[in-house]
């Protein structure tokens, strides 16, 4: 059974930082796939915030994050990581890990003093 599992999340100050983590599992290939994280909050739609892409590492980043978040994976593990810095209140989410048609459950960030 493919399963993403997200682990990281939690209260932070603004100008704190997170680190997120997406394990992986069940998938019958081993080999590196396109990691994207999504973050979303009631009453906007979702947003895809960085991916890392499957072939050459890649990635990605939306804007509203670029310089303050950097997305890596260690293939070794299933893993791949959002460290994310300088957060913002605007940051606080629901962080969602996705692989193709599977997501993980999410982990809840808020940023709050």
């Known amino acids: 059974q493919v399963q993403l599992v997200e682990y990281g999340g939690g209260l932070v100050q603004p100008g704190g930082s997170l680190r997120l983590a997406c394990v992986a599992s069940?998938?019958?290939?081993?080999?590196?796939?396109?990691v994207s994280w999504f973050r979303h909050t009631p009453g906007k739609e979702r947003e895809l915030v960085a991916s890392?892409?499957?072939?050459?590492?890649?990635?990605h980043y939306a804007n509203s994050v670029k310089g303050r978040f950097s997305i890596s994976r260690d293939l070794a593990k299933n893993t791949v990581y959002l460290q994310m810095n300088s957060l913002k209140p605007e940051d606080t989410a629901v962080y969602y890990c996705?692989?193709?048609?599977?997501w993980g459950q999410g982990t809840q960030v808020t940023v709050s003093s």
């Open positions: 996705n692989i193709g048609l599977t």
């Open positions: 069940g998938f019958t290939a081993a080999r590196p796939r396109t």
């Open positions: 890392i892409f499957s072939i050459d590492g890649n990635t």
